[in-house]
């Protein structure tokens, strides 16, 4: 993976990928590859971005689609110490309340709320077709 270096590891049962060196257009495609298949059905992701020296919108990118992705299967993503220009960057295009953003590794471990508590509002799924119609599609396939 060109400029960026990935290693996964475990904490505490959750999932943590962290990420160094610096993540650009060029080692986007190879690192979200990466960053998916270690993901599972219901699991939140931790990204620790505490090493990671440079990333672009490209790199942003991939992490809302990893995003995406998690949340379609019932978990999610937080990221874990990303430095200011990381921050800025997630602020500048708008993002910066997309993401679960925590201090650290440990912190994220620790915030990772239930799955009531995180989506209170989601409920079994209802059917609203009428006979002879079709149901509307979901949002997410799996």
């Given at each position: 993976?060109?400029?960026?270096?990935?290693?996964?590891?475990?904490?505490?049962?959750?999932?943590?990928?962290?990420?160094?060196?610096?993540?650009?257009?060029?080692?986007?495609?190879?690192?979200?590859?990466?960053?998916?298949?270690?993901?599972?059905?219901?699991?939140?992701?931790?990204?620790?971005?505490?090493?990671?020296?440079?990333?672009?919108?490209?790199?942003?990118?991939?992490?809302?689609?990893?995003?995406?992705?998690?949340?379609?299967?019932?978990?999610?993503?937080?990221?874990?110490?990303?430095?200011?220009?990381?921050?800025?960057?997630?602020?500048?295009?708008?993002?910066?309340?997309?993401?679960?953003?925590r201090p650290s590794v440990a912190a994220a471990v620790a915030g990772i709320p239930g799955r009531r508590r995180r989506y209170p509002w989601r409920r079994r799924p209802v059917s609203t077709a009428r006979?002879?119609?079709?149901?509307?599609?979901?949002?997410?396939?799996?």
């Open positions: 993976m060109p400029g960026a270096e990935l290693k996964s590891s475990v904490c505490e049962g959750r999932v943590v990928v962290a990420l160094r060196g610096d993540l650009d257009v060029t080692g986007v495609p190879d690192t979200e590859a990466a960053i998916t298949a270690l993901m599972a059905r219901g699991q939140w992701l931790i990204i620790d971005m505490s090493a990671l020296d440079f990333m672009d919108c490209a790199s942003l990118g991939a992490l809302l689609g990893v995003q995406r992705l998690a949340r379609c299967a019932g978990g999610d993503v937080i990221l874990a110490a990303p430095h200011s220009y990381a921050q800025r960057l997630l602020a500048l295009t708008g993002k910066d309340e997309a993401f679960w953003v006979p002879g119609r079709a149901a509307p599609s979901p949002t997410c396939t799996g």
